[in-house]
């Protein structure tokens, strides 16, 4: 895009676009979840993990693009309150491997965010945007993938 004037408003980035739209979606959450005492972060762990039940914290990190270190605490304090499982690994003792408890699962099934594909007001087209942001996320991961390492 063209830097000229029109180019450097701030509602011309698709960048700000998305990360507005982020915005806006953590307040979209934020009342479902204090409900249930739980931040975004631990709700999307909670979420991976019934796509795939027994992972290690590596493989959820990559999932949710968080270190392991980042995403202890958040594991720990899901533990405390009872949704998740952790044990080390028998096969190898440096990895922890995490499930969803009942009570996760039991959550999960009441899919307390359904009431947020409507407030989107995205309709029939819901599915192909969400496709598309993550096509963009992947682009751009692709193309920054060898920046990263020195």
């Not at 190898?92 to 999960?108: K, S, Y």
Request: contains cysteine.
């Amino acid at each position: 895009m063209s830097q000229g004037s029109e180019g450097r408003k701030l509602s011309n980035f698709l960048c700000f676009a998305i990360y507005s739209a982020n915005l806006a979606f953590g307040r979209a959450y934020k009342p479902i979840l204090d409900e249930l005492g739980l931040t975004y972060t631990q709700y999307i762990a909670l979420v991976a993990l019934s796509e795939e039940d027994d992972q290690t914290v590596g493989e959820l990190g990559e999932k949710m693009f968080l270190e392991s270190n980042t995403l202890t605490p958040i594991l720990k304090r899901l533990e405390q309150i009872g949704f998740i499982n952790r044990r080390r690994d028998p096969a190898d003792e440096r990895q922890v491997r995490v499930r969803l408890t009942p009570a996760g699962r039991t959550l999960l099934e009441s899919d307390p965010a359904a009431s947020l594909a409507d407030a989107t007001g995205l309709g029939d087209d819901f599915e192909e945007v969400q496709q598309n942001v993550t096509r963009l996320r992947d682009n751009l991961l692709r193309s920054t993938a060898g920046a990263e390492k020195p």
